[in-house]
């Protein structure tokens, strides 16, 4: 059973509270492959103090569509995202990417159409990634975690560029305890992912990732962390294809001390 429609709830038409009410965006890639992760986001999120929904009726952020050029399918699944999330106090993604396209693009999509334009920077406005929510808007500044392990941290594109993800995650990984956070060389380029670019130019991606592992291997690291799981999915691949034994998680799942599950790509 996937994550997504498992929990749901009536939006909150009231403006910020002492405890809001977040619309947990579950991202595609988390439903089908990861639930872990979500239920990790709701956690946090609770333990912030925050009432959490995940509206079943939730889809696709869009990307694939937008990055491929097809706006007009992009503008109708925004169109059904903005209805679905738009009551909420806020709107959470453990994703930096499909944060970036609720956040950044929906309001780009509709600049010729100023009733949709309005409302999608409205929606926009209530956006935000998880972990940058967790410490710029909720004031969280520790976690309840430990983990006896020393990790390394990759930065995703669309994070960091987009939405200036890059020391929140660092922030909170270093009140985990027993936890050791090594700087990856480069931590900041491509690992090569790019949605559909990896498709679309399958040699160049696996050139870029391959330098992406080359220096996630000369850190020593037990574990590759980041918060965008294609990032994660395409840097672990690469990594088992080398047999390179590091394991690869979600930085949310160590956030919220659940890491019994095994990592990305590992045996159930």
């Not at 453990?94 to 309005?118: Q, V």
């Not at 560029?161 to 909170?172: A, D, H």
């Not at 380029?189 to 220096?215: E, L, M, Q, R, W």
Request: aromatic residues 6%; hydrophobic residues 40%; negative net charge.
């Amino acid at each position: 059973m996937t994550l997504n429609g498992m929990i749901d709830g009536a939006p909150s038409t009231a403006p910020a509270q002492t405890t809001p009410t977040v619309a947990l965006f579950v991202t595609c890639l988390v439903d089908l492959f990861r639930p872990s992760v979500g239920f990790a986001a709701i956690k946090l999120l609770e333990d912030a103090g925050c009432k959490v929904v995940v509206p079943a009726s939730q889809t696709c952020c869009g990307q694939p569509a937008y990055n491929s050029g097809d706006r007009e399918d992009t503008k109708a699944i925004a169109r059904h995202v903005i209805e679905t999330f738009e009551a909420y106090d806020y709107v959470v993604a453990p994703s930096g990417s499909c944060g970036s396209t609720l956040k950044k693009h929906y309001p780009e999509l509709f600049a010729n159409d100023p009733a949709w334009h309005e409302r999608a920077v409205r929606f926009s406005q209530k956006v935000h990634e998880l972990v940058s929510f967790l410490t710029d808007v909720r004031g969280v500044t520790e976690v309840d975690a430990a983990l006896p392990a020393t990790v390394t941290y990759h930065d995703s594109c669309s994070g960091l560029r987009e939405l200036g993800i890059r020391e929140q995650p660092r922030q909170l990984l270093r009140t985990v305890e027993g936890l050791t956070l090594t700087e990856l060389p480069e931590a900041d380029v491509c690992c090569g992912f790019g949605g559909t670019f990896c498709v679309k130019y399958p040699d160049v991606s696996n050139a870029i990732v391959g330098k992406k592992t080359k220096h996630i291997a000369s850190t020593g690291a037990d574990m590759l962390l980041a918060g965008d799981l294609g990032c994660l999915m395409n840097i672990d691949g690469k990594l088992k294809r080398e047999n390179n034994g590091i394991e690869v998680r979600h930085v949310a799942e160590v956030l919220a001390g659940m890491t019994d599950k095994p990592p990305i790509g590992g045996k159930l």
